[in-house]
């Protein structure tokens, strides 16, 4: 097997794992929108759980827009933050499968 062969493999592999992370994100964020909005009890440990993993990955955006309804906050700032992340991934993965 050429070294070029394996190169390009584990770059593919890399980009196959990092497009997985990034949508698990994308998934924790969009999760947590929806049980907000279909006002989920956060004293629950699925849902604190989200909601916890929700903040770490909201990109410092959960106060980018204070409308009256906290739910439609939550909507605009988290909805924005996820879909930063999957911009974020696919840029990421395309370049690391343009490398190889």
């Not at 190169?7 to 994308?26: H, K, M, N, T």
């Not at 004293?43 to 989200?50: E, L, Q, V």
């Not at 605009?76 to 990421?92: D, E």
Request: glycine fraction near 8%.
């Amino acid at each position: 097997m050429a070294v070029g062969t394996t190169a390009r493999r584990g770059a593919g592999l890399l980009a196959s794992v990092l497009r997985i992370i990034g949508l698990l994100i994308v998934a924790v964020l969009v999760v947590f929108i929806v049980l907000t909005l279909l006002d989920a009890n956060f004293g629950n440990t699925f849902a604190a759980a989200i909601k916890d993993l929700a903040g770490n990955f909201d990109l410092g955006l959960s106060n980018l827009f204070l409308p009256a309804d906290p739910k439609v906050g939550v909507l605009l700032n988290y909805g924005v933050a996820a879909i930063i992340w999957y911009v974020i991934t696919s840029v990421v993965v395309r370049i690391v499968r343009r490398v190889s």
